[in-house]
Structures are given as C-alpha cells and as structure tokens.
C-alpha cells in the first residue's frame, strides 16, 4: 500500500526560530522515515506581507539550506519552493470559490495581522488560509505537523474539503493536524506569555537555529523569569520558567518531570545557562551543516529543482481530478 502522506511548511520571514524546530520540524524529521513526506518553503505566503525581493530571494535560498542542515533528507522526502509548483496557485482559485468571506475573516491570525499591519491590509492576508488548503489537498496529505498556532488553518482545510467532496463526490482525504504533546507552543524569552515570533523586532526574544553558541548562552541569559527561585513547571505563575523548562526537556529528549528533579533547589542562573547549554549542543551540527551548505548553491537548487518535479507530478494528479469534477472542458491531448 501507498504510504500517507504529511505536508508542512515555513513561511521564509524573519528567520526560523527554536519554536519553529520544537514545534514543527523536530515531528518532521520523526515522520521521514514512515511517510511520504513533502516539506515546502511557502514563498507565496510571505508575500502578503512586504518584502524587499533581493532580501527574500536570499533569505529563502537559505532556509532552504536550514531545512537540509536539519536533517531533512531529500532522499527520503520532498523538499522545494512553493512557487516552483504552480498547482498550489491554481488549486487555490477553486477553492477560493469554496471559501467563505465570513469563515476567512473569523480567523485568529487574519484578525492579528491585519492589526498589525493596517497600512497593508492586502487580498492575500485574507485568502492566506484557502492557499495553505490548497497546500495541503494538493497531494492528499493525511498528517500536517504543526505547531498549536496553525490548528485553526488546518481545520479550516478540513471543512473546505468536506464541502468539495459533498458538493462533487469525495475528491479530497480530509487532513488532520499533527501536535506535540510537549512545545506546541514555545513562548518569547522576553515575553513568556507571547509566542516565540521568527519576525519578532528584538532578537533576544528567540533563539534563530542557526544563531551562534555565544548568541544562544547571551539569550538565554537574559530570558526574563520570575522574582522567586523555584524551577517549577507552571504555565499561569511561572511562565517564563516553565517555558525553559519545555525547551531543555525538548532538546534532551526528557521529561518535565525528570528536568524539575534535576534542577531541584538550583538557581535560576545555573539553570539558564544549562539550557542555553543543551540548545547550543542540539543546534552545533544544524549551524556547521548549514555553512557548508550555503557554500554548495548548485547543490541546493538542484534539490529543490527534483522536489519541485516531484510535487507537480503528484499535484497536477489531483488537481486534473478536480478540474474534471468542477465542470471544466478537458483540453485535447
Ligand atoms: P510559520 O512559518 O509561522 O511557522 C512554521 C511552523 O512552526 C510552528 N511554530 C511554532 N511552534 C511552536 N512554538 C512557536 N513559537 C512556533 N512558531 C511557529 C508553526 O505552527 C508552523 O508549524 N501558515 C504556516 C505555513 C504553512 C503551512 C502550510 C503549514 C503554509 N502552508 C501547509 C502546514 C501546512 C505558517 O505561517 O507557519
């Protein structure tokens, strides 16, 4: 039998942050090995908020070589830039016209950015969600990892698929979201009831996968806690403790429970500088694979030019089936 298939990806903003590797892509690099993999830089998303175009070009090749220094093997998944796949674009028209005004404005993360960004209230902030449907339809995906901020879009996926398949006859497998128990949701270290942001303005509050050792420990330093001593995991009175208690259990592959007995009765510095510790430890063969591999840039083009014939191939399979469902005239072969 076909293996099932996962699809998720990052939006090239800002830079890929500790919340982006807990969140989403520790899972990823779990899921290689059973599924069918396809993991998309999703360019077409950053563009709904302004970008300087020699910026984003560069800023995009290398998240593409932080996805490969990671660990994503593109011998065992598929790796390329969503405007190199052209069906992503054109499956989103059909479900633009499947989608809702009113379910597209009730969403959380169209309320928040269109808050932040009134000057630049575009037709793509709306429609964001219906492009990410169409993302994760295309290639009849199963599993989305994610992190907690992306479940609403993910069920919104759902509900426009099952309205596709009722109104047509079942096209669509209706994808569910893939959450860790654990750092779903990683918070500011400047800022420990916000989420930890990759487009955050003030550097100290993440910690870029690729950020340097001496960068890690000076962050982690300065992660802003509580006025008492204990290490205790709770999220309402300590959230900046219980937040440094996710991540060290995330990167040591621990326990809560475990990493509060091990800092039982230790100050909060020694404490920091443990997690900044285990973090520079998880992060040193991401940041020295990354250099070498934005020195190899025919290298990475040459892998996303595979990953991108790849989806197409899988993509052009559904999307011939729902043009030939909605009614269009089939072209002469
Ligand atoms: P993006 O680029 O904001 O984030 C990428 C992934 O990282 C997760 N994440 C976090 N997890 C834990 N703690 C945090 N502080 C944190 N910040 C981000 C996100 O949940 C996400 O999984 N719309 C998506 C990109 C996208 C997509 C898709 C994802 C476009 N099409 C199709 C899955 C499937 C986004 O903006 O993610």
């Known amino acids: 039998m076909d293996k099932k298939v996962i699809f998720s990806g990052i939006q090239p903003t800002g830079c890929i942050t500790l919340g982006n590797y807990i969140g989403a892509i520790q899972n990823w690099l779990k899921l290689q090995d059973d599924y069918k993999c396809l993991y998309c830089i999703v360019d077409m998303h950053a563009l709904t908020v302004h970008q300087q175009p020699a910026e984003f070009r560069q800023r995009a090749v290398s998240f593409f070589a932080q996805y490969l220094a990671t660990g994503l093997d593109p011998e065992k998944s598929t790796i390329y830039f969503q405007s190199h796949v052209p069906e992503h674009a054109q499956l989103t028209w059909v479900l633009n016209c499947n989608s809702y005004i009113g379910e597209l404005s009730r969403m959380t993360q169209f309320k928040d950015k269109s808050r932040k960004h009134p000057d630049n209230l575009n037709m793509g902030l709306m429609d964001y969600p219906v492009l990410m449907a169409a993302d994760i339809l295309l290639y009849q995906t199963s599993l989305v990892p994610v992190g907690i901020d992306q479940k609403q879009h993910v069920e919104l996926a759902r509900d426009i698929a099952t309205r596709f398949n009722n109104k047509y006859s079942p096209t669509f497998t209706i994808p569910e979201p893939y959450i860790p128990k654990s750092g779903a949701k990683i918070f500011s270290l400047q800022d420990p009831t916000s989420k930890m942001s990759k487009s955050d303005v003030d550097p100290n509050a993440y910690i870029a996968i690729v950020d340097s050792a001496e960068d890690i420990a000076r962050k982690f330093k300065r992660a802003v806690t509580d006025s008492d001593n204990e290490i205790r995991f709770d999220e309402v009175n300590k959230p900046g403790i219980s937040n440094l208690l996710t991540i060290y259990s995330n990167v040591t592959d621990t326990t809560i429970e475990k990493a509060e007995l091990e800092f039982e009765g230790k100050g909060y510095g020694e404490f920091k500088t443990a997690v900044g510790d285990a973090v520079i ?49 089939e072209p002469k072969r």
């Not at 020295?288 to 083009?301: I, P, S």
């Open 281 to 329: 430890e998880k992060l040193r063969p991401v940041r020295e694979k990354y250099t070498d591999l934005m020195n190899n840039k025919d290298y990475l083009m040459q892998i996303a030019k595979d990953g991108a014939q790849e989806a197409s191939y899988m993509a052009r399979k559904t999307l011939s089936k729902v043009y030939r469902k909605i009614g269009f005239v």
